[in-house]
């Protein structure tokens, strides 16, 4: 089973790796590289995908009755996970916008 500590250190990289994807599909937009946009942006959703996941476990945990340390490191990560996913939604509509240029 994992520690509170490495789900942690997953929700963090997976949705790291989300928000930079998601940022690069920006860019590829600018270029007009639409076909390359699209990709990126559905890699991001993977990945801020397996971020939840991990995120999903805890709280099933939770829910199970068992309980969850909070540590500082876990709430950065909800945070990291939070804002990686508002940069993603963003990025979808910011692609749209350059598409529809």
Known sequence: MDT??????QIILNAGNGKST???AIQA???NDFEEADRLLAEAG???GKAHAYQTQL???EASG???TI???LIHSQ???MTSMTVRDLAVEIVEIYRNK
């Open 4 to 9: 509170i500590t490495e789900i942690a250190f």
């Open 29 to 31: 937009a600018k270029a």
């Open 71 to 73: 540590t500082v490191m």
């Open 79 to 81: 945070d990291h996970l």
């Open 46 to 48: 993977e990945e801020l």
């Open 59 to 61: 709280l099933q945990k």
């Open 22 to 24: 998601a940022m690069e």
């Open 66 to 68: 068992e309980e969850n």
